[in-house]
């Protein structure tokens, strides 16, 4: 949990309004960020920030993921994401943002064999998927069976109840994983493949996702590896759209199912997690409609009378190279490389990028491919379809939602998020 006592007292900002100044408090995190502390702001003034989009507002102290967006810095619990994609399984970084610290060797095979036996949805739950149409978005999908497992799953509503975190964490993470498998299957209209004890996490989800009658499936490690990096890439990004909202939403009471149902719609928006299934369609549409002129593509997405963005370009935070689209974009290539195939999207990606670096609109704004650019690219190599992409995300988010809605509960500062507006409205008038 986030704590004062890891900050650094820097004294106080003065603040001037209408003739009177009052001191406020500024310190400084443990990696240097500084902030004015204003929670006695409007008590003492009357004035309350305007802040849209919450671009300078910080809304909690964390002690779960740093980035440092000038630098491209992404560390998870101090540890680069680098050395954790390179090193670890996804079940270990779910351990490492939930619990504070890598598992040792029995922790992880626990976890693990947790994880196995929480794999299976109720029996009823499986009928859900028959009641929705063969083209339903998987995402909407997801979001209904999240928030649908706290039926079935009622102790989980008792928000007070801490103990038997580690049953609630593992039935979401794993029984989301199996929802997202069927809703696959659904989808193309195949009998689902219920998950095997024997297989270890992402081997399962491959296995639930291409086992038929008719077909054999043998799960090759090199991507049951790929699949356990694209997962640690997007496992926590601290106070992201969706993180945010699953925090507000368990802000009011709400159980840890219905926060996460409301983080998965969050992300399926087109300008956070939804732009990895936009970047795919978009360079589908490049090639089709523009017959791949990325220089007509570039010219149209600075033009401000043209409603047309580049998708999988540009961050909030980051404001250098995304340091898990430079991973993506490497597994990419090693994914094709494995599958022996090509990938006229992956040529048509690498040309954007190359004239989004050269090209000062983007360079001066600080907007770089970030990690949908290259991720939905790689899971279009591994077979995995395009409406999936981002119930990817989804499902490698789940331990970052998980570990900051954790967070926010134990924090001792925490109250319901309610932000304040200023109101530009008509005064008090009369229908008389
Ligand atoms: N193409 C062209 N111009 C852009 C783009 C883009 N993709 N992104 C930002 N800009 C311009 C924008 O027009 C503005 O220009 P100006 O200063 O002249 O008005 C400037 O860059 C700043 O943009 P902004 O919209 O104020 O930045 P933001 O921090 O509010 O939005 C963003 C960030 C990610 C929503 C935005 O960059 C975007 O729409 N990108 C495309 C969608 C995308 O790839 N989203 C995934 C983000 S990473 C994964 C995740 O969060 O889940």
Redesign the pocket.
């Known amino acids: 949990m986030g704590s004062f006592a890891n900050t650094k007292d820097l004294g106080s900002a003065q603040l001037t309004i209408q003739g009177t100044t009052i001191d406020l408090p500024l310190f400084e995190g443990s990696e240097n960020e500084k902030a004015i502390d204003i929670r006695a702001l409007r008590k003492e003034t009357g004035a309350i920030t305007y802040d849209p989009?919450f671009?300078n507002t910080g809304c909690c102290l964390s002690d779960i993921t740093y980035i440092d967006g000038e630098k491209g810095i992404l560390r998870y619990r101090g540890y680069d994401i680098n050395e954790l994609a390179e090193h670890c399984e996804f079940i270990d970084v779910a351990y490492l943002l939930i619990h504070g610290k890598l598992p040792d060797d029995e922790q992880h095979n626990q976890f693990s064999r947790h994880l196995n036996s929480h794999s299976l949805l109720h029996e009823d739950m499986r009928h859900f998927f028959d009641a929705y149409p063969d083209h339903a978005h998987p995402m909407a999908t997801l979001s209904a069976m999240a928030v649908s497992l706290s039926t079935f799953y009622p102790e989980l509503e008792d928000v007070s109840i801490q103990e038997n975190i580690d049953y609630k964490v593992t039935r979401l993470l794993s029984k989301l994983r199996t929802a997202a498998a069927f809703s696959y299957k659904k989808s193309i209209g195949h009998p689902i493949v219920y998950p095997k004890r024997s297989l270890k996490y992402c081997e399962n989800f491959l296995n639930m996702m291409f086992w038929t009658p008719v077909n054999d499936y043998d799960v090759d490690p090199v991507l049951a590896k790929a699949l356990n990096k694209l997962l640690i890439l997007h496992a926590d990004?601290e106070q992201?759209?969706?993180a945010s909202v699953v925090k507000m939403v368990g802000s009011a009471g709400a159980n840890l199912y219905a926060s996460i149902a409301a983080g998965i719609c969050a992300?399926w928006g087109?300008?956070?997690?939804?732009?990895?299934q936009?970047?795919i369609e978009m360079l589908q549409r490049i090639l089709s409609d523009d017959g791949g002129d990325v220089k007509r593509v570039i010219e149209r997405?600075?033009d401000?009378n043209d409603p047309?963005?580049?998708?999988?370009?540009?961050?909030?935070?980051?404001k250098s190279y995304?340091p898990r689209a430079k991973v993506a974009k490497q597994m990419c290539k090693d994914v094709l490389a494995r599958t022996g195939t090509t990938d006229p999207l992956l040529d048509l990606a690498l040309q954007l990028e190359e004239a989004v670096l050269a090209d000062d609109?983007?360079v001066s704004?600080?907007?770089y491919p970030?990690?949908?650019?290259y991720t939905g690219l790689t899971y279009r190599a591994m077979g995995i379809p395009t409406n999936m992409f981002t119930v990817m995300?989804a499902i490698g988010r789940m331990p970052g939602w998980i570990a900051q809605w954790l967070e926010m509960r134990e924090d001792p500062d925490g109250r319901i998020g309610r932000p304040r507006q200023i109101y530009t409205g008509p005064v008090q008038r009369s229908v008389k």
């Open positions: 989009g671009v990004h992201n759209c969706s992300l087109p300008l956070h997690g939804g732009a990895n936009h970047v997405s600075k401000k047309f963005r580049l998708m999988g370009v540009g961050h909030r935070v980051y995304d609109y983007f704004r600080g907007l970030n990690i949908d650019f995300f």
